[in-house]
């Protein structure tokens, strides 16, 4: 626990002008960002008597050890710096909301050629349309169903059109009229894009113009006695008016707005957005945030439109934001929307009529959610903060280990033997700082000789980090092992590779590879570092030098945390076995060839057809390829002529070997494809199978 008062700034020293301050650990790493409209007068708020400050304020000013600062000019470049910077460092200390769920969105891919109608989730791309989020998948579906009677846009898959343009028949939904099947030419590019605009101008909520329209063609068509046409006309006017009905009419006046609604305690916050476009609500969502700081609900009202326009620009931004309470000061906030938007925006709290009366149904559901949420066993922080406590007591620990890092060894009868680490803090995952290593040092299947060597390569970059003051070597770094990095600058917070310890080293086994993380530290000369086993026959918990285990009860939280943070490196390890695996088995002669990259390989493949002609080509022919220069080509020969003979082609069903590739798909290779008794049913396979 440091003493503010040691890296306390003299009071000089801090200027007087708005600007966005961080403070870091021991470590350099950034565990709290915040903006001042004054830094002067901000800063000195933290350095009192630790008595006068909100608890978990004292638990950051005495875990930083040190405060740095940068000045702006206004309060809104105040604002859009501290966003950016959360985003970047990712501060412990910092207002984070997460969402309870991942929401699907229906997108429309304008970036294509021909757009497509899908469901999406994740990050969103640029180029496409997106519409929601909505509640459930199904949701989406049921809606696209109803409006592909009037706007038949293409929903199938890239691999699903390609076929029916080779085949030239198009798939069901082109037969029954649910698409414009622009696969086989029925409609041009021109007009399936403006049939998808059409679509998109719908959902965003332009509805009236085209039920007008359809209700006057249909009008016409029954006069003209074209009583087929007018019926078809009439269940399409249906179609969408049902669609129509699946998001009701809440703001009589067309409004498009966000409303934003809290519900909280003293520990958490739980935030709902809904979404309202043309009157109608076309998505909803929500957050959940540990209140790791003292924060008022202006404070999480701006972190939540942070958190929700800080990607957004455009339309994205609604003319006016509802808000339960108003951040104070609102201008720079108010501001720094307007330009999202490029227009001006109203960030206001609703006093009365439809709009107070929806924000207390959004308030209704944000509470809801968080009472939900302290139904989830992993995510409540009183949880977390116990089963913490119960590992610290069970292992006899100094104090609880925020910090803790899993390794498990994963391989198939000794072939492609590789290693994960997983990081949970605060009892949660860290998926940034997961890592993941090949096992150099021997051959063979040896877990106990394979988490020694992890172990050691693992904690030696945090020794040469220690040692070298942040400066890395490039020739100790293992491209498995994470992204490149070079350096751990004091500009920078973020941990850099291995370069943050853990309070807790676990691995997955029992007493062998317990002694051998803990011999690896030993080396190293590092000891205050604790490890423990979780063997998983019986849920033992094995620590260094004693002949029994610590057997933790069954109901107990610290044993939860425990076996949470093993399967997850355990999933962790037998992904990436399972990518090196599956490429080994994808390699061919040409994976050789250095400096042949995928795009000449391919170029290669359907210049010749098949790799058995390639193989039989002279280097002239295969000049005559674009981008192959003869030094390639002869480099090409010389790989297949120290490449194994090539195993025959078989086909499965009828066990006939082929000897004609003519037909060999573009991409592929002679080697084998891996599908067959050596990859199915081990018990590495068993035991690695994800829920």
């Known amino acids: 626990m440091a003493d503010p008062s040691s890296y306390r700034p003299q009071p000089g020293q801090i200027p007087d002008s708005p600007g966005v301050y961080r403070f870091r650990d021991e470590h350099r790493r950034v565990i709290y960002v915040g903006k001042a409209k004054s830094l002067r007068q901000r800063l000195a708020s933290y350095f009192q008597d630790l008595a006068n400050l909100h608890p978990r304020t004292r638990t950051m000013v005495t875990t930083a050890a040190s405060v740095e600062w940068t000045v702006v000019s206004t309060e809104v470049e105040a604002l859009q710096l501290e966003y950016s910077w959360i985003k970047e460092y990712d501060p412990r200390f910092n207002v984070k909301y997460r969402d309870d769920k991942s929401y699907p969105y229906l997108a429309v891919t304008m970036n294509e050629e021909f757009p497509r109608v899908q469901v999406m989730r994740g990050q969103k791309k640029k180029g496409v349309r997106y519409f929601g989020p909505y509640g459930h998948a199904w949701a989406i579906r049921d809606t696209v169903d109803l409006l592909l009677r009037v706007f038949p846009v293409r929903t199938c898959s890239a691999g699903v059109f390609k076929n029916a343009a080779r085949t030239g028949r198009p798939c069901l939904l082109g037969y029954i009229g649910k698409c414009s099947a622009p696969c086989v030419g029925r409609v041009t590019p021109d007009e399936h894009r403006e049939l998808a605009e059409e679509f998109c101008d719908f959902m965003a909520g332009r509805t009236g113009t085209y039920i007008r329209r359809l209700e006057k063609d249909m009008t016409a068509a029954a006069e003209e006695m074209e009583y087929e046409r007018a019926a078809r006309l009439r269940d399409d006017i249906e179609a969408l008016r049902k669609a129509m009905e699946k998001s009701a009419v809440v703001l009589a006046d067309a409004t498009d707005a966000d409303l934003i609604a809290l519900a909280e305690d003293e520990l958490e916050a739980a935030v709902q957005i809904f979404h309202v476009r043309g009157g109608r609500v076309r998505g909803q969502r929500g957050w959940v945030t540990d209140k790791v700081e003292a924060v008022t609900s202006g404070d999480l009202v701006e972190h939540a439109l942070q958190q929700l326009y800080g990607e957004e620009s455009g339309d994205a931004v609604p003319k006016e934001v509802l808000v339960p309470a108003l951040p104070d000061p609102v201008e720079p906030v108010q501001t720094w929307l307007t330009e999202r938007r490029g227009s001006n925006v109203s960030l206001r709290i609703p006093q009365r009529g439809d709009k107070k009366a929806l924000m207390e149904t959004v308030h209704r559901n944000a509470l809801q959610a968080l009472a939900l949420h302290k139904t989830k066993r992993a995510s409540d922080l009183t949880t977390r903060s116990r089963a913490l406590e119960e590992i610290a007591e069970a292992l006899d620990l100094d104090s609880a280990p925020l910090r803790i890092e899993c390794y498990d060894i994963s391989h198939l009868q000794g072939d492609d033997v590789v290693a994960s680490m997983v990081v949970f803090e605060d009892g949660l995952a860290r998926k940034s700082e997961y890592r993941r290593f090949q096992i150099k040092g021997f051959e063979g299947q040896d ?245």
């Open 447 to 691: 877990d106990v000789r394979s988490m020694h060597e992890v172990i050691t390569r693992r904690f030696k970059r945090y020794l040469a980090a220690q040692e070298k003051s942040g400066e890395w070597s490039d020739t100790e770094l293992d491209d498995d092992e994470g992204p490149v990095e070079s350096r751990l600058t004091e500009d920078d917070g973020r941990p850099k590779r291995f370069a943050y310890p853990p309070q807790l080293v676990v691995v997955d086994g029992g007493q062998p590879q317990v002694a051998a993380a803990q011999r690896a530290l030993d080396e190293l000369g590092i000891d205050d570092i604790a490890v423990c086993g979780l063997a998983k026959r019986l849920e033992e918990v094995w620590v260094p030098g004693e002949d029994d285990p610590v057997v933790l009860p069954r109901t107990s939280e610290g044993l939860y945390l425990l076996q949470r943070v093993r399967d997850e490196a355990h999933r962790f390890a037998i992904t990436y076995q399972r990518s090196k695996r599956a490429k080994r088995f994808k390699a061919g002669p040409l994976d050789d060839v250095p400096g042949l990259g995928d795009a000449r390989k391919q170029a290669l493949i359907k210049h010749f057809g098949s790799v058995k002609r390639l193989r039989s080509a002279t280097i002239d022919q295969i000049c005559e390829v674009p981008g192959i220069g003869r030094k390639t080509a002869e480099t090409i020969l010389v790989a297949f002529a120290q490449a194994a003979p090539a195993a025959p082609a078989v086909n499965t069903a009828t066990g006939e070997i082929l000897e004609d590739e003519e037909h060999t798909p573009a991409g592929a290779t002679d080697a084998p494809t891996g599908e067959g008794p050596v990859t199915a049913g081990t018990s590495e396979e068993r035991r690695g199978q994800e829920p």
